[in-house]
């Protein structure tokens, strides 16, 4: 894991989620990217663009959070960058070669009744990249034991699993597979690749009727300090992602979610 990319919003979240993004890019020995988007207006009535003054005040506004906090010896890069703020994402994750995106829950979103605000939201739904869901105020620690459920094992995508092996071979965590038998099962759904074998500690098998209720259900056994699940079109998030904003009713958590994607659709 080289490369990592943190949105900043204009959260109070803002400078601890930057505090925990530079601290697991020092346990990686990555290069940190800081960015914030913003888009292209015009004055009403004018010609003159304010973008500029955007851009101007965007760049501040990262330069004062970075300077609030310990960089170590962490390479932090700070970009502002212009347009739509998933297309424009994507791009410059695919320009730096990003393996990871770290998100805060809510970057703007004062309510409590949401998990997952509409920023964050739109990341976890519409990014291909693999992301951290970190919760606010959350402080760096290596994971000693995580949780990983899936309601199918099958994996479309070599790379897959890349962003899990790299968990392994740093911190060495225990790794526990939950594999959630939903309504829709099929039996090749179970189906455990060598791949996937050799990465996780042990296997279990439950039958709930969403996997988010497989993991409350299996939560207290395992313990876990870090969950592990799987961004797919039609799965996990499928009802909660017809909206960006995920409300805490339909998913919640207090230790970060790590976002694979490429597994089965």
Same mark, same amino acid.
């Given at each position: ?30 290069? !940190?990217? $800081?960015?914030?988007? /913003? ?7 004018? &010609? +003159?663009? #304010?973008?500029?003054? *955007? ?76 992301? !951290?869901? $970190?919760?606010?105020? /959350? ?7 995580? &949780? +990983?459920? #899936?309601?199918?094992? *099958? ?91 995920? &409300? ?18």
């Amino acid at each position: 894991m080289k490369n990592i990319l943190v949105p900043v919003g204009s959260s109070k979240n803002a400078k601890s989620h930057l505090q925990y993004a530079v601290d697991f890019a020092e346990a990686f020995n990555a290069k !940190l990217f $800081v960015v914030q988007v /913003y888009n292209v207006y015009t004055k009403a009535g004018t &010609l +003159m663009k #304010v973008d500029q003054v *955007i851009e101007r005040e965007s760049i501040d506004f990262l330069n004062n959070l970075v300077a609030q906090i310990d960089t170590k010896d962490v390479e932090v890069i700070v970009k502002t960058l212009k347009g739509k703020f998933i297309d424009t994402l994507e791009l410059a994750c695919k320009a730096a070669s990003v393996d990871l995106v770290l998100v805060e829950p809510r970057t703007n979103s004062i309510k409590d009744e949401v998990y997952l605000g509409k920023t964050s939201g739109k990341i976890i739904k519409q990014m291909e990249v693999p992301a !951290l869901i $970190v919760p606010e105020g /959350y402080t760096f620690s290596e994971p000693t034991n995580m &949780l +990983m459920a #899936v309601k199918s094992a *099958i994996i479309r995508k070599n790379t897959a699993l890349d962003p899990l092996k790299e968990f392994k071979a740093k911190f060495n965590p225990s790794i526990d597979l939950l594999l959630v038998k939903t309504p829709d099962f099929k039996d090749e759904d179970f189906d455990v690749t060598e791949d996937l074998k050799s990465v996780v500690n042990t296997i279990t098998t439950t039958e709930q009727a969403t996997v988010f209720q497989g993991l409350l259900y299996h939560y207290e056994t395992h313990k876990p300090d870090m969950l592990c699940v799987v961004r797919r079109k039609r799965g996990f998030f499928e009802k909660k992602w017809e909206k960006n904003t995920i &409300l805490k009713k339909d998913f919640n958590s207090n230790i970060p979610v790590l976002v694979l994607s490429g597994m089965k659709d």
